[in-house]
């Protein structure tokens, strides 16, 4: 037994490294080659070229193994050396088996539990939470079967402790059962400390992995442990604990959970010979996941596989479809005598491109006696489906970030298996297929009443299995019957008594529910209500449940989150205050307040001239604004535009020069109106109720200009990316081998794979524009930035029913946001499907959002009777009020919106005589209106002329200033939609995407003449 060396060593737990960010890094405009790329588990580091990436002060990890379950507790403590505040964000790929059960947050000085919330809730609270710079944390499922966990802030040159708590089953291992604790780091620790306990097994646990010295467990009857402790640690390889399992060793667990008593039995198999063969099939189906993400699968495992399988498997005909975001290729080989070079050739050379699409697969055109699927599982194109297979299946995984439940239950239902080489040979993966299995054939309540229990139908074993159920009574015998080539080996009883295998905790408890949500897997949003009950009922995370922390009591009560059952005393606090005070929750239906909404708007006085912005106090930004009072959010929003009764003003403040005049109102000093001028210090030294005069001094001339009405400068267009000069150079048949040689280098930076799309379409090759596009679905699990983008250019490239996929997938992440609702409309109305896209722009329109938000309802009732003046006769209004239907048709619209939250960008439209429509002067004499002017989201704002005037408009974009917490964000993707004659038969629509860097970039988008 040996112990890895510690000479270098990176270590951070299964949750990996703590990455850096202050927004996405995927919109950098510089290679990646720069960056860190993720390991195996994920790890990504990011800081500023002069700063000090985040230390690891010290790693405890606690493992205790009862049976085949392992609790591992890992404790970890980081120093932001640098002087700003950043937000860390941990990444956990899970192995098979694995779960998050618990996390814990350090709130002044001491460790705070996480509670487990909906998945929707926690996002949003932990949001709204972490823009007034309290501290929260969250853990969430993404799609990619990893979990995030979210913390901020971490305080300049101070340090924050994360507890992190995992279950999981063990693995098979060569001579038993293996615990696997992922240690590959490239940061060292300063202080590295190891707690193992192993119960309930005779024989001596032992560590097994390259490098190792000797070490040795401590045992004490059935129970072995084992410490260690080092300094300036640095793991290259994976720690891995063997137990031996001695036959007939079942351990049996009861715990007892909200009235609920839950078993688990530990059931070793019988020791039987399963060295008999099966037939040799004739007729083989390989469906090979060629997508992006395969890159990270083992390929020369997979390909080591194949060869010993077809050693096994002689002669077959054999059918390979290549399958990435659409069935690639479909080809028919013959092997013989084992010879399957020609297979393995095109297997190796294939292109791994584009996303994943599960749907894809023809399963039902299979006819072949096996079908071997070299996939992840995670579907990341495409639309939601249900595996369906004919024939018995094998899936064969070779990546440690695969969705492993959603596989291993498509493939038991067809009567196949789950092969994982990640965690077994080559040689035990070709015998797993190429011999008669043991089965558990039968699990029959001899005695006592069992509810729920799992497995419900016969399942193949190897050295063990876990049935999980619920004890209706204090006890139960179960018998249990195995089969090897559907003859009987063994038949047995387990007693269960809820006194004598009474446990502490809930181990039992999570890992039936975690079994329960395992079986859903098949059809995640199908099940996503049962999924969520489970992960809220019995306090684990999933797909559609996270873990948050919160500080204060208050924000507790003001999102409904009731606090750790470990704090009694603020529990008690929080059903307290809880009666009183009033929670903040989203709210539906409210058609009265959409209604006033609506009506305020209406009632908008057009202005004979141009009002400026005055300037608020953030740190140099102009806004007209007043200071809205959230309970959301600690910044300033956008006052709106209303109808002003003239108020009596008196020049208060008198300029230095320029003639500019500043007028306040005597009776309410809370709004000024500047004459002519954009930018005002708030320096004033006589103060607006003061009759004295007071200095004034100006940014720039040309924003008095602008305020003026006089037609802004024009910038050039969009800024070059590296790459562009080059891309552009190409011919048609060299764009895609280029982007093949080159695409290592930007693996983070979506532009990229946007331009070379884009290329390659103009260049009439609409198959590989469509595959480079679809890559975006890969480049992060779930980047709702990311995904509007590649959303948004499907529809633009006139797919609509696979941007319809896409805004699905992102109103599953992202649902607490009104731009989810807005792009799966418009995607819809896009498809043709008028009456659902009708149907979510109404439900857009009478929820309640975020402050962050305000007024986005008016653009949902814009587009929803848009819709309806087209479709009269394909929809139905009978829902929708009256008073919220109306006439939308104008000469001309613009719509501009973007792809980064708590961000300021501002549409500005030059009309014809020179006038600018802009935040600062929202309606024009010549019956230009633009939209309420958003500062803290994703837009959209739109200008409306009804009635065109004749001549050159000009559309702009600026990019007025953002809010964000993390570095590195890179260019924000805006996108502007020009309509001419909107809302009638003659409707002609512009799309023009753009991306806009820096903060003041000034960027023409396009011009039109009427």
């Given at each position: ?19 850096l ?99 929707s ?6 949001e ?81 992995g ?9 045992g ?60 040799a ?44 975001h ?41 006819t ?22 004919p ?37 035990e ?27 419900s ?8 299995t ?9 006890s ?32 039992a ?29 019995y ?42 005070l009033?929670?903040s ?13 609506l009506?305020?708007?209406?009632n908008?006085?057009?202005p ?49 020069g320029?003639?500019?005049q ?38 720039s ?30 011919n ?30 103009k ?59 807005r ?10 499907k ?15 959002w ?24 394909q ?37 014809p ?56 964000a ?16 003659n ?24």
């Open positions: 037994m040996k112990y890895p060396s510690f000479a270098s060593v990176a270590v951070l737990p299964v949750f990996a490294a703590l990455s960010l202050v927004q996405d890094p995927f919109f950098r405009p510089t290679p990646l080659t720069q960056q860190v790329r993720p390991s195996r588990l994920g790890i990504i580091a990011e800081v500023r070229p002069d700063e000090r990436p985040i230390e690891m002060k010290s790693v405890r990890v606690q493992t205790h193994i009862v049976g085949m379950r392992a609790t591992t507790v890992m404790e970890t403590v980081v120093y932001n050396p640098n002087n700003r505040v950043l937000e860390g964000t941990f990444s956990v790929p899970l192995v098979d088996g694995q779960v998050v059960v618990g996390m814990a947050l350090d709130i002044n000085g001491k460790m705070r539990d996480a509670v487990v919330v909906d998945k809730k926690g996002r949003a609270t932990f709204a939470i972490q823009r007034r710079g309290v501290d929260p944390a969250l853990v969430e499922w993404t799609r990619d079967n990893s979990f995030k966990t979210r913390v901020y802030p971490i305080m300049a040159r101070q340090s924050r402790t994360v507890r992190i708590v995992l279950e999981q089953d063990l693995t098979q291992g060569s001579n038993g059962f293996q615990y696997t604790l992922p240690m590959t780091m490239t940061d060292t620790v300063r202080s590295f400390t190891w707690d193992v306990r192993v119960d309930g097994f005779g024989t001596i646990p032992s560590v097994v390259d490098d190792q010295e000797r070490i040795e467990f401590t004490n009857g059935r129970h072995y442990t084992y410490k260690a402790e080092r300094a300036n640690v640095v793991a290259q390889s994976p720690f891995v604990i063997d137990v031996p399992v001695a036959p007939s060793a079942d351990v049996v667990t009861v715990n007892t959970w909200k009235g609920e008593s839950v078993f688990s039995i530990a059931a070793t198999s019988p020791s039987v010979d399963v060295s008999n063969a099966r037939p099939p004739s007729t083989v189906t390989i469906v090979w996941d060629a997508s992006y993400s395969a890159r990270l699968a083992n390929r020369e495992k997979q390909l080591a596989f194949i060869r010993e399988l077809f050693a096994k498997w002689p002669n077959v005909a054999v059918r390979l479809d290549v399958v990435a659409t069935l690639v290729s479909s080809r028919q080989y013959s092997v013989r005598n084992g010879d399957a070079r020609n297979l393995l050739r095109d297997l190796e050379q294939a292109h791994l491109d584009g996303a994943s699409n599960l749907a894809a697969i023809p399963c039902s055109t299979y072949s006696d096996v079908v071997l699927m070299f996939t992840d599982g995670i579907q990341t194109f495409g639309p939601a489906t249900t595996l369906a297979c024939r018995p299946t094998y899936c064969i995984v070779a990546t440690p970030t695969a969705d492993s439940d959603r596989l291993r239950a498509f493939a038991s239902a067809t009567g196949g298996a789950l092969v994982d080489l990640t965690t077994s040979t080559t040689a993966a070709v015998r797993a297929l190429s011999t008669v299995p043991l089965v558990l054939e039968r699990i029959r309540v001899v005695d006592g009443t069992v509810s729920n229990i799992s497995p139908t016969a399942t193949t074993v190897d050295l063990g876990t049935i999980l159920g619920m004890l209706k009574g204090a139960a015998t179960i018998e249990l019957t195995y089969t090897l080539g559907g003859v009987a080996v063994e038949q047995r009883v387990v007693l269960v008594s809820a006194e004598r295998h009474a446990r502490d905790g809930a181990m408890v999570r890992q039936w529910a975690a079994m329960r949500v395992a079986q859903l897997a098949a059809n995640r949003r199908a099940n996503a209500d049962s999924i969520a009950a489970l992960g809220l009922h306090a684990i995370v999933t797909p559609r449940t996270s873990l948050i922390v919160l500080e204060t009591l208050a924000d507790y009560v003001r999102y409904d989150i009731e606090p750790p059952a470990s704090e009694p005393e603020l529990v008690a606090q929080w059903k307290s205050h809880r009666s009183t009033e929670l929750k989203l709210t539906h239906g409210d058609i009265q307040r959409v209604t006033s909404m009506n305020g708007v209406a908008q006085a057009t004979a001239s141009a009002q400026a912005r005055t300037r608020s106090a953030k740190q140099g930004e102009f806004v007209e604004r007043t200071l809205v009072a959230s309970e959301d959010m600690a910044y300033d929003m956008a006052a709106p535009s209303q109808a002003q009764t003239p108020v009596q003003t008196t020049p208060v403040v008198q300029p230095s320029n003639g500019f500043v007028r306040g109102s005597r009776a309410s000093e809370t709004k000024v109106f500047v004459d002519g001028l954009e930018g005002v210090t708030e320096q004033f030294t006589g103060g607006l109720g003061n009759a004295g005069a007071s200095v004034v001094t100006f940014d001339v040309s924003l008095w200009q602008e305020a003026q009405g006089v037609k802004a400068q024009q910038q050039p267009k969009q800024p070059t990316e590296p790459w562009s000069s080059e891309l552009q150079s190409l048609r048949g060299s764009v895609y081998a280029w982007y093949l040689q080159r695409r290592a280098g930007y693996e983070r930076v979506p532009g990229f794979f946007v331009d070379v799309a884009e290329q390659l379409r260049h009439g090759d609409s198959a590989a524009a469509i595959r480079v596009l679809s890559t975006l679905a890969e480049l992060d699990g779930e980047n709702h930035r990311v995904m509007r983008v590649l959303g948004r250019r499907l529809l633009q490239y006139g797919r609509p029913q696979e941007a319809i996929h896409v805004f699905r997938d992102v109103m599953d992440i992202r649902d607490e946001e009104p731009q989810s609702y792009d799966l409309a418009l995607a819809l109305d896009a498809a043709g008028y009456q659902e896209a009708v149907d979510m722009l109404f439900a857009m329109a009478k929820r309640a975020d402050s962050r938000f305000p007024e986005i309802e008016l653009i949902a009732l814009n587009e929803m009777n848009r819709i309806v003046s087209l479709r009269r006769a929809v139905t209004t009978a829902g929708i009020p009256k008073e919220l239907l109306f006439d939308v048709t104008s000469d001309i619209r613009v719509v501009m919106d973007w792809d980064a939250d708590n961000c300021d960008m501002d549409l500005m439209i030059t009309e005589d020179g006038v600018v429509c802009m935040y600062n002067n929202p309606r024009t004499p010549s019956g230009g209106k633009l939209s309420r002017d958003l500062v803290g989201g994703y837009g959209p704002e739109e200008y409306t002329m009804r009635k065109a005037k004749k001549g050159r408009f000009v559309v702009q974009a600026k990019y007025y200033g953002d809010r964000q917490q993390t570095y590195g890179g260019a924000t993707t805006v996108q502007v939609t020009v309509f001419r004659n909107y809302g009638r038969a409707e002609t629509v512009q799309h023009h995407t753009i991306r806009i860097r820096n903060v003041r970039d000034h960027i023409d988008v396009t011009t039109f003449d009427v």
